[in-house]
Nanobody
Framework: QVQLVQSGGGLVQSGGSLRLSCTAS????????MAWYRQRPGKQRELVAA???????NYAGAVKGRFTISRDNAKNTVYLQMNSLKPEDTAVYYC??????????WGQGTQVTVSS
């Protein structure tokens, strides 16, 4: 099993920056990809960014060039650096650990609110 604890988030003005963190514990060696998702009000949860164990990244078009996913292996932590934030980035952000055989674990979610 894997446990994920998120931190960061909060309220920021449009154009500002925030960094989210997601620290994994448990069977971390079985994780082959980490990702950030978000759920905006009235919308379905959507992929924001992903990072595989080999270092390959993938970004949603809406955040490409503004958000960066990275990791610190020594701390078992994945980050989402969010720059040039827009009001439409307002959402609850979740981290996800992807394991083999379709297993996955989610963080508790953290609110990001961008004011105009």
């Amino acid at each position: 099993q894997v446990q994920l604890v998120q931190s960061g988030g909060g309220l920021v003005q449009s154009g500002g920056s925030l960094r989210l963190s997601c620290t994994a514990s448990g069977s971390v060696s079985t994780i082959y990809a980490m990702a950030w998702y978000r759920q905006r009000p009235g919308k379905q949860r959507e992929l924001v960014a992903a990072l595989t164990r080999t270092g390959r990244t993938n970004y949603a078009g809406a955040v490409k060039g503004r958000f960066t996913i990275s990791r610190d292996n020594a701390k078992n932590t994945v980050y989402l650096q969010m720059n040039s934030l827009k009001p439409e980035d307002t959402a609850v952000y979740y981290c996800k650990a992807q394991l083999p055989y379709g297993n996955s674990y989610w963080g508790q979610g953290t609110q990001v609110t961008v004011s105009s």
